[in-house]
């Protein structure tokens, strides 16, 4: 089947209307309505009506089902501001602005050789109309063969859900396209609660986890094999329990008789697609003989009885990680292209915008963004700026309120902060404070705030050619952790920071920069707060460890540069300045006796963490960042 101009639905039989719709035949005698059954009665006087009050709301005269939509639209933002979703809003909005897809730009004013993900009326009046018309085709094809959905009629009292071509082209890691790509989504935001879904949750492997996948790749050896495979219209495998109608996309025409489609199959864009589909994808590697992590519900394990194994990462569709048993690989790659339609990347280099360099000689694995961050300088006009040398200035204290003036609309603060916080999350632990600092002021951003933000992008600019590096070490993974904290150093809200970064493999796996919930009374409280947000990270990851296989039979050593804080949490001493920790203190204390962690002081130079918690200098920044990233070969 070939789509046209307009494009037309898959021929699909007319089959016979449902029953509630049949009209009927002359001959057949309908039953009368009770109430005309009934006698009349009486007719009483009725007092005249109050005069209608005239409604001056702003939806008046718009149809109920638009405004059912702005309402379901509504709800839905709220509840991801509600439940802590702004941050991957954030991180959203910056990637498509990178990529070059604003929320301004207009049609008239669009350039077509430039915009890698245009609308429907957009593809058909570029350049590349008979590529995207190709794409169109191609996804229609697979919802036909699929079976996703069927022409039917409209039941009384139901609601149907609009969809929406998204289309994308996707590129090679050196730039060259890949394929001009088009999917069919619902607008699952119209979906009801109890009548269209019910449970929505669908997990996605953490980036802690891929980091500690291939940070044990790196420990396993040369012999390991990194795999990278893609699942074909992943949702549409899924079979969808309720009974869901959605419009027809635009461009498509349905036979005659019918109004709409009822989906059979988890379209994406649908609130539960993603549970379906993992749950279905989630069965047939159990059935291969996978163990599920308790710590991360995408993290699939096999081990055998000579000590081999394979690790699974599941991120949506895209399934990587690495095997040390090839022949039950190969295996497993041939159940799933029978239950679904799978695609290998024969080079596993590209792995959710992630470029992985696995040098097959020594072992080693290094992740980098190095075409994301060039991308990125590139769409902020920061590609001809001079490098510097720290990505944050010491001698520059940021506040919510100083004398510089807001920036207008026209700069695009927020779309920076979430491109940076991308890189900052995946594979540039250097920058997670300044971007976490920068971030607090998303809201009413300031000259001095866009200048911090420009400063950043200035030490990417120089960092390009870096990247995270995991080197082979003894064979067997050893968890290391710092922890560090800085007292007060928030003037708006006096509360402290705390970081901590955690290594395998001479790499680091896990880092965070964060603000504390509460404000610390002394340098010793704070760092108990520090020193419990690591101690807690630090028990998850024994435990993720010992799920894959390798269990951490000596305490995890725990780096801190506060005499104080060690002292209390090795000793039951309560005084007057911890009295206000309770809870934690106990904590980390049973930690401590329960040999899970070893407190180690080490001097304030020599932590890795003091960059997570406060601006540093560029020589004391420098000899941390050695130890973070390192330099690319080639």
């Not at 990417?460 to 560090?484: A, Q, R």
């Not at 997570?612 to 020589?619: G, H, L, W």
Request: with cysteine.
């Amino acid at each position: 089947m070939k789509l046209k101009t307009p494009p037309t639905l898959p021929h699909v039989p007319t089959p016979a209307k449902p029953h509630a719709t049949v009209s009927m035949s002359p001959t057949s005698i309908p039953f009368p309505d009770l109430e005309e059954m009934e006698e009349p009665k009486p007719s009483v006087p009725v007092a005249p009506a109050a005069p209608v009050r005239r409604s001056q709301r702003s939806t008046k005269g718009l149809k109920p089902e638009k405004i059912g939509d702005n309402y379901a639209h509504e709800k839905e933002n709220k509840w991801r501001k509600q439940h802590g979703m702004s941050i991957f809003a954030l991180i959203k909005d910056g990637i498509d602005y990178v990529k070059g897809i604003s929320k301004s730009q207009s049609i008239n004013k669009l350039d077509f050789s430039t915009n890698d993900a245009p609308t429907y009326e957009e593809a058909l009046r570029g350049p590349d109309k008979k590529k995207w018309m190709k794409a169109l085709d191609v996804e229609l094809g697979n919802l036909e063969k699929r079976g996703t959905y069927e022409p039917a009629v409209l039941p009384k009292g139901r609601k149907k859900i609009g969809n929406k071509w998204v289309l994308k082209i996707k590129y090679n890691d050196d730039d060259t396209i890949n394929k001009y790509k088009a999917r069919l989504t619902a607008k699952g935001y119209s979906q009801l609660h109890g009548i269209d879904f019910f449970e929505t949750f669908a997990p996605t492997v953490r980036a802690e986890t891929i980091r500690t996948v291939f940070a044990l790749a790196a420990e396993v050896g040369p012999h390991c094999i990194i795999f990278h495979w893609d699942i074909i219209g992943a949702y549409l495998w899924a079979t969808l329990q309720e009974e869901i109608y959605m419009d027809v996309p635009l461009g498509c025409k349905l036979p005659p008789g019918f109004d709409c489609l009822r989906l059979r199959k988890a379209i994406y864009g649908l609130k539960q697609s993603g549970r379906l589909w993992y749950d279905l994808l989630k069965k047939a590697l159990l059935e291969e003989g996978f163990t599920i992590a308790d710590e991360d519900a995408c993290l699939f394990i096999h081990r055998d009885g000579d000590g081999k194994m394979t690790i699974f990462c599941v991120f949506v569709d895209d399934l990587f990680g690495f095997t040390t048993e090839p022949v039950f690989l190969r295996k497993v790659r041939a159940r799933l292209d029978n239950d679904f339609e799978v695609q290998e990347n024969k080079k596993a280099n590209y792995i959710l915008g992630i470029h992985i360099v696995h040098d097959k000689a020594n072992g080693s694995v290094t992740l980098h963004q190095r075409k994301y961050i060039n991308d990125l300088l590139e769409r902020f006009g920061m590609s001809d700026a001079h490098a510097v040398r720290t990505p944050a200035d010491p001698g520059v204290v940021l506040c919510v309120e100083d004398d510089s003036p807001l920036v207008g609309e026209q700069v695009p603060y927020r779309e920076a902060v979430g491109a940076l916080l991308y890189v900052a999350i995946n594979t540039a632990p250097t920058i997670a404070f300044a971007v976490s600092r920068v971030a607090k002021f998303v809201e009413s951003p300031r000259e001095s705030h866009w200048t911090a933000v420009k400063r950043i992008m200035r030490y990417l600019k120089g960092k390009v050619d870096s990247g995270i590096c995991y080197h082979y070490t003894t064979g067997i993974p050893k968890l290391t952790v710092y922890c560090d904290a800085d007292y007060a150093a928030d003037i708006d809200t006096r509360k402290s920071t705390s970081g901590y970064v955690a290594f395998i493999a001479n790499g680091p796996v896990a880092w965070r920069s964060t603000s504390q919930k509460g404000a610390a009374l002394s340098t010793c409280v704070a760092e108990l707060y520090a020193l419990t947000e690591a101690t807690v990270h630090t028990i998850w990851h024994r435990n993720l460890l010992k799920s894959i296989g390798f269990d951490q039979n000596d305490p995890t050593v725990v780096n801190e540069d506060n005499q104080a804080a060690i002292h209390v949490c090795k000793n039951d001493m309560m005084n007057r300045r911890v009295k206000c920790v309770g809870v934690r203190l106990s904590f980390l204390r049973d930690q401590v006796e329960g040999k899970l962690i070893e407190l180690v002081n080490i001097p304030s130079a020599e932590n890795t963490a003091d960059i997570f918690t406060k601006a540093v200098s560029a020589p004391v920044f420098e000899y941390h960042e050695r130890s973070l990233i390192q330099e690319l070969n080639g």
